[in-house]
T-cell receptor, first 112, second 112 residues
């Protein structure tokens, strides 16, 4: 049973455009929502994370938007650059849990 | 992340062979994790450990076993490898009250 549904599976954006990746969850006990970025041949690395007490978190060109009532959260990459080309994973973790549940990933390609 | 190392980085083995993947970390973290990554399936948790005496099964532990030899070392074993265990395997660590999981560079395992 997939607990975090991520879309799209792949995304192609032109340089300077906005990349948007969406995730949805069912478990209302989730209280921590990170996004991980993975470059080819590397392990995933934390990009940005949010807790449900805020609706938005911004770090540079990366923004998480969180909609608690809809049980959805999304990653927005502004002014997308070729160097942003990577696979992005959303994840969620329940209160008091050590386990992260990952989405299936989105392969982002930013064309020059 | 150079603080989390995995050996070997690539391994080809045959069905029925026993194989061990090793993970070492210099971050001083108490929590360690083993994940499996398959194309289109994201990252799935195999086992996790809070300390040397605390080992827990994850989402897909069947066919795998682990050993926490020391705080800094966490090994994953496949007692009798089968072809559908062909995948990328990642070790990760986290510590204290920090939410972030730090991933190693991964081991690409092929079972023929």
């Amino acid at each position: 049973q997939q607990q975090v549904k991520q879309s799209p599976q792949s995304l192609i954006v032109q340089k300077g455009g906005i990349s948007i990746i969406n995730c949805a969850y069912e478990n209302t006990a989730f209280d921590y929502f990170p996004w991980y970025q993975q470059f080819p041949g590397k392990g995933p690395a934390l990009l940005i994370a949010i807790r449900p007490d805020v609706s938005e978190k911004k770090e540079g060109r990366f923004t998480i938007s969180f909609n608690k009532s809809a049980k959805q959260f999304s990653l927005h990459i502004m002014d997308s650059q070729p160097g942003d080309s990577a696979t992005y994973f959303c994840a969620a973790r329940g209160y008091g849990s050590e386990k992260l549940v990952f989405g299936k990933g989105t392969k982002l390609t930013v064309n020059p | 992340d150079a603080d989390v190392t995995q050996t070997p980085r690539n391994r080809i083995t045959k069905t029925g062979k026993r194989i061990m993947l090793e993970c070492s970390q210099t971050k001083g973290h108490d929590r360690m994790y083993w994940y499996r990554q398959d194309p289109g399936l994201g990252l799935r948790l195999i086992y996790y450990s809070f300390d040397v005496k605390d080992i827990n099964k994850g989402e897909i532990s069947d066919g795998y076993s682990v050993s926490r030899q020391a705080q800094a070392k966490f090994s994953l074993s496949l007692e009798s490898a089968i072809p559908n265990q062909t995948a990328l395997y990642f070790c990760a660590t986290s510590g204290g009250s920090v939410d972030t999981q730090y991933f190693g560079p991964g081991t690409r395992l092929t079972v023929l």
